[in-house]
């Protein structure tokens, strides 16, 4: 039976029940077999382990006791999903937001980087296009130099950013907001430079034939046609942002931050706070998306979009 036969079969309250369930039904799927396959993981990886552990001891182990110890190791190569939600939620709601063991706080630290970085990258990308687009020359020898200041890995340059910026006075969230800048500003300038080129060339023609100026032509018809690229460029330059601003707390050695607590979890051999750390990394990103995609709705309604 279609959809459109079971709208008219079904009661209004069953019918949306039926579309929720349509619609959540593949994701609720697919997680649970990542899950399923992440226990599978975790007990394959971790039954060396566990099992050198039974033998040093020289206790008598059966199967059972050894799949439970996989789920339970202190310190395992691969964490059960449990363990690691465990310690998400204690490290969120177990302490203080303010202390300093709180993901809380790092995510904060790690955030207000992100989001300095980000406006940073935005203004500058944004402003680049406005250049490369209004400028032939600019097009030809500023472009192909935006394109290769993204093939060294960040992973290298941090440390030298880190370095100079530091030797010249600026330390704290500013060097790590530059390097989240530093990635983030790419896919902003292309994605508008793409964005304000967009409009179709009769468009272009009726507005000089209407003898527009740069600045009306900019405001009326290539803003307008940007604004697509705009959000989808913003959407990959926010995640961009965040992990140049975790990728930024590495090689400070820093105390705070979520790099810092993935640092600290390499270090002491904490899988499960890495982990952890990671959950919350994701679970920023996801936010910060969906803030970006709320914007473009909004944006898009004063626009005259239809919802």
Known sequence: MTSSALAFSLPRGSWRQYRLVERFAPIVTIVLALIAIWYVAAVLMNLSLVRDGFEREETPYTISDLIEGTMSAERPLLPAPHQVVKTFLDSVFGYAPTAPRSLVYHSGITLSATLLGFALGALLGIGLALMIVHSRVLEKS??????????????????????????????????????????????????????????????????????????????????????????????????????????????????????????????????????????????????????????????????????
């Open 142 to 307: 500023l472009l192909p130099w935006v394109i290769c200041s993204q093939m060294v890995p960040i992973l290298a340059l941090a440390p030298i950013f880190i370095v100079v910026l530091g030797a010249i006075g600026l330390h704290g969230l500013l060097p790590k907001s530059i390097i989240s800048a530093y990635l983030c500003f790419f896919p902003v300038t292309i994605g508008m430079v793409k964005g304000f080129t967009s409009p179709d060339p009769m468009q272009l023609d009726l507005m000089r034939t209407w003898s527009a100026s740069p600045r009306q032509v900019l405001s009326k018809l290539r803003w307008p046609s940007g604004v697509p690229y705009l959000f989808a460029s913003l959407k990959v330059a926010i995640t961009i942002s965040l992990i140049g601003a975790i990728v930024a707390e590495l090689p400070t050695g820093g105390e705070a931050g979520i790099g810092a607590r993935l640092l600290a979890g390499s270090y002491y051999g904490q899988t499960i706070q890495i982990w952890a750390a990671l959950v919350a990394a994701a679970i920023l990103a996801s936010g910060l998306i969906a803030l970006v995609d709320l914007t473009q709705r909004v944006v898009a309604r004063q626009m005259g979009a239809q919802p």
